[in-house]
């Protein structure tokens, strides 16, 4: 059962903008929709991870997957091309099924604007 998470996201990435090197970085840092879905991407990941023993490859599998994705975001050149990204990247996490236990709570990228 998938449980959708109320909160509000607040648009601020889950690193420093202060210290953003890369191009993808600073397109993030400079759109607040990017920063929102970057945040709840991050959350996402944080409490899929904490479930880690729950999760059919473990989260071994949850960190080369992410890994792999953050390569493919990183060839992004436009803001449309991330905002595409992290949507589908949200919504994967929170689609993981779980072996046993009780689904974390997601932000699905529906509740971004």
């Known amino acids: 059962m ?7 996201v607040f648009a601020s ?3 420093d903008c202060a ?4 191009s993808v970085e600073k397109t993030i840092c400079g759109s607040e929709t990017l920063q929102k879905l ?3 991407l991050a959350s996402n990941y944080r409490d899929m991870l904490a479930a ?3 999760l059919p490859g473990g989260a071994k599998d949850l960190k080369q997957d992410q890994k792999a994705w953050v390569a493919k975001r990183n060839v992004c050149t436009s803001e449309k091309c991330l905002a595409d990204m992290y949507r589908t990247r949200i919504d994967e996490i929170c689609d993981i099924p779980m072996v046993k236990g009780v689904h974390p709570n997601c932000i699905s990228s529906e509740d971004i604007k």
């Open 2 to 8: 998938l449980i959708v998470a109320s909160a509000s």
């Open 13 to 15: 990435p889950s690193f």
């Open 19 to 22: 210290k953003a090197s890369t």
């Open 38 to 40: 970057d945040s709840a």
């Open 52 to 54: 880690g023993d729950d």
